[in-house]
């Protein structure tokens, strides 16, 4: 009963290696009504840091010797800590206490320092962290009400798109050419929103490390055809010429099949998403032999390179357009989620800005690269880079 009726205690560490500055805020902190603990140096709040991970409060000295207090705040960031960081500066370490709030430290204070002046800090840095850790929390909440959302989204499409299909084919009546196109174009509308539902339900998946792969060897040109063949109608309707040209007897692909589907499937639905009429999309797939060759495909501005193979044998696919292009600046930035470029034009477009994000945490998995080049107004390239597989047994 009493232990229900007392309010937890905001736990503070602190971290000095001057006993007797340390010892004076402890007696006066835990007066207060907090429960402190000390670490007289770097590598002792590191160990305590290892095992207790519910401090409101860390006071950090910045020099103490070894280990000091910068080195602790990073590995605070690293593991992403929720304490809220007082760095405490000695004389001459002020620009770096300045520094180490440019790194997330909440806040400093400069030695010597008076005990209310402090405790009045620490008081509104735990407001401050109480107001950060609501609005975490309402955030994640609110994404996992729209991934909830979206995943119970998938089954009534389903079902939506089965009916307009069993329409469609005539199994209920015969139908005219125009009503068949309308019920077809209801269907691929239908099946958008469910490929950008798997997008945002994968990407959430890859963020938490729970997505499985199967990662099998596949024969690139079956794959490659295979989807390239799905965008065959709407590509005729849009009045887009589709090219594929594929290098014969190209070498196996280690990939899951699905992921890799869904990938060449978010990079035609831009290219036809962003291609005007009498427009071309040309997909092509090629091998590259040795590094030499990966050192100048890939442009310097790509961060990301695939793990070297012993093969020293890539499969380079690619998707180009004769759109707009995109700006030379946002190249890199059109992987990241939620990014559309113009917002104009992606907006009116329709999407979510997910497509990408999903294609690059795809390949990266498959030990791949994945990357994107175009001069504006000259139509865009994207391009991938998988290791060959080594072995000959694919599976189809
Ligand atoms: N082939 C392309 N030509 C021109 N711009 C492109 C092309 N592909 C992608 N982009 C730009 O990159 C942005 C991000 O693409 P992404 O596929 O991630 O999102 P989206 O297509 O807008 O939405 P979603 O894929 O979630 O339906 C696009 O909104 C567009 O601005
Ligand atoms: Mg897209």
Known sequence: MYAMLTQQRDKILIVDDEPDIAKALKIHLDDEGYASSLAPGGSAALAILENEHDFSIILLDINMPEINGVTVLKYLQDTGSNAAVIMMSGHG?????????RHGAED???KPFSLSDIQQRIERAIEHRRERMEKKMLQEEREDFILMLSHDMKNPLTAVIGSIDIIREGCLGSINEEQEEYLQSAIDSCNEVVFMI?????????EAGKIQMAIHPYNAQELI???????ARPAKHDGIELVVDIEPGISEINVDKNAFTRVLGNLLGNALKFTPEEGTISVSCRSLQGNDILVQTIPGHVTTRPTAHEANCFIRVSVRDTGNGIPEDELDRVFNRYTQFSRKTGRERGGAGLGLAYCKLAIESFQGVIWAESKSGQGSEFIILLPCSSNNNSIN
């Open 93 to 101: 370490s002020e620009e770096l206490a300045v520094e180490c709030m």
């Open 198 to 206: 798997d997008n945002l339900l994968d990407i959430r998946k890859f």
């Open 108 to 110: 400093y204070i400069a």
């Open 225 to 231: 055809e295979r989807v390239t063949s799905q965008f």
